[in-house]
């Protein structure tokens, strides 16, 4: 193969100039709170720039260096990314330590979806409550007239907890004028954030009427200059019709397109897409499956103002967490690629979850981001990666660990547990459901490869459990599931070799589901029979 090979939109990290350029810090965003983390970062020693969109308002303080502009590409990893922005004039590359999603959530409107596009006397929400701000109180109040302002809450897609925040907001403005009746129709009030509960309460309790749909919705048509709403009332039954003179509808929240660079940097990101970050607990705050890129509000789907204002707090943290790493080198358990193996094929670089491979002239792995997941070790067709510590090779990832350690020869059934999930939940086991078992532990299920699994059928293995973390929770993103794929895949090859595949099962645990452990063990217990005289059939040799 030709070595020189055109570069990719991966970068190969250069680790000894890391300490230069460490403290800089890239805010994407340039709203209040992205001027917040910029100011919390300069007071604490780091350089900060801010990026805004050529549409975007430019910050208002004077004192923060700022880009206008669109990024084309993001390359590197934590401590070295390497940032292409294109201004009005040029193409910039610039380098970064740590880059921060602080993006504005992107609204888009409902009206079209009730056929009030263009409508006069139609409002989004943000519409609404930008003129309340300015001049709108004063011209609801001007002639004393009544004024009934009809609001549509979460009738059509999914709405935030933050857009009923704003909600309630419009109504503490409303409640101060005279003669202003307010309606909401909705299928659901979203509560679940501080104090939202009792300010619901409170407005129902002074005089806002709440129509609460099941199935119909509310219908808007336009007679003349007149918006009508026609609906059945929900408890009574009965046809109506409601002549306001605004109708205000909630708009549909999500992360700005500006995201993009960095979804297109991180292979896993397809998996939490339009999110940065995984909906999972496995990633705390602000932190993504990639390190050194923090996604704040939008960026991870947390749209209150609440999440957002913790959020500023955890990049400050979470930025004092990582700047010891980026000098401690340290020889820990890492990916490690054989070049002499290595066919380039790139499978690596597009499916590690942790964006920790880059290419250049050749695959490498950023030992700073490699989480030791296993994941590209098993997929990996040429066998060309291996798990290193330093120069160290460990003789193998699955090693035993508490009980039945000593169980030797035939009979005996394996059960291979992620270290996050498995393990946690079999240390609440009683030991003697676990006699007859030999409990090994995985850094993650998917760093468990299916000729290994066969290996151990061949070596007398009666039986094999494979516990990961559930789905959606896996710390690699992915490496569940990559294990369920390839049990099922050892399976079929166990029932076309005449051996009941059902010797073989795959298990979604968690930490606090010790349960479903022991409900696996007795499954394949009761498959395999008296562990005690099981005999593996000579004529399987153990091989794909």
């Known amino acids: 193969m030709n070595r020189r090979v055109t570069e990719s939109v991966f970068l190969k990290g250069n680790y000894r100039v890391r300490d230069q350029i460490s403290n800089r810090a890239l805010i994407l965003g340039g709203d209040e709170y992205g001027i917040q983390i910029a100011d919390l970062l300069k007071r604490n020693g780091f350089e900060a720039t801010i990026f805004v969109g050529f549409r975007d308002a430019h910050p208002s303080s004077p004192t923060l260096d700022v880009i206008k502009g669109k990024i084309e590409k993001i390359t590197g990893f934590i401590g070295d990314f390497n940032v292409a922005i294109r201004t009005s004039t040029d193409l910039h590359e610039i380098r970064f330590g740590f880059i921060i999603a602080a993006q504005p959530a992107h609204r888009r409107s409902k009206t079209s979806s009730f056929g009030a596009a263009g409508l006069n006397k139609v409002y989004n929400l943000s519409e609404f409550k930008q003129f309340l701000d300015s001049s709108g109180r004063s011209l609801l109040n001007n002639d004393r007239n009544w004024r009934h302002i009809a609001f549509f809450f979460d009738l059509k897609g999914s709405s935030e907890v933050s857009q ?159 700047m010891p790493q980026l000098s401690d080198f340290t020889p820990k358990l890492v990916a490690h690629v054989d070049h002499d193996k290595c066919t380039f094929c790139l499978t690596c670089v597009r499916l590690c979850p942790h964006g920790a491979i880059g290419f250049h002239s050749r695959p490498e792995v950023d030992p700073l981001s490699c989480k030791a997941c296993g994941v590209c070790v098993v997929e990996c067709p040429m066998g060309a990666i291996e798990m290193r510590c330093g120069d160290v090779v460990p003789p193998t990832t699955e090693k035993p660990l508490l009980y039945g350690a000593g169980f030797k020869g035939h009979g005996r059934i394996k059960l291979f547990l992620c270290a996050r999930s498995g393990l946690q939940a079999a240390s609440r086991i009683n030991s003697s459901l676990l006699s007859d078992v030999e409990i090994c532990e995985l850094t993650c299920a998917g760093s468990l490869s299916p000729n290994f699994l066969l290996k151990c059928f061949r070596d007398g293995v009666a039986g094999i459990i494979v516990a990961g973390c559930f789905k959606g929770n896996c710390a690699s993103i992915y490496g569940s599931t990559l294990a369920d794929e390839r049990v099922a895949q050892v399976s079929r090859t166990l029932e076309q070799a005449g051996i009941d595949p059902k010797r073989l099962e795959f298990v979604y645990v968690a930490g606090n589901t010790p349960s479903l452990i022991v409900e696996a063990i007795f499954k394949v217990k009761g498959r395999v029979g008296d562990l005690n005289q099981f005999q593996f059939p000579d004529s399987h040799d153990g091989t794909t």
């Open 164 to 322: 009923f925040d704003i909600l309630l907001s419009v109504l503490d403005r409303l409640e101060m004028l005279d003669q202003v009746q307010s309606y909401i129709f909705t299928r659901n009030v979203k509560v679940a954030s501080g104090g939202l509960e009792a300010r619901y309460r409170y407005h129902r309790q002074h005089g806002v009427v709440f129509f609460k749909f099941d199935e119909t919705e509310p219908r808007i048509v336009q007679d003349g200059k007149n918006l009508i709403i026609e609906f059945v009332e929900p408890l009574l039954r009965e046809e109506m019709e409601l002549t306001p003179d605004i109708i205000v509808i909630d708009e549909i929240l999500s992360p700005a397109d500006s995201l993009e660079p960095i979804l297109n940097l991180i292979p896993s990101a397809h998996v939490s897409a339009p999110y940065l970050q995984p909906e999972s607990t496995r990633f705390n705050g602000v932190e993504t499956q990639k390190a050194g890129i923090y996604a704040v509000g939008p960026a991870r789907g947390a749209f209150d103002q609440e999440s957002l204002k913790a959020d500023v707090e955890a990049v400050m943290i979470s930025l004092f967490k990582a």
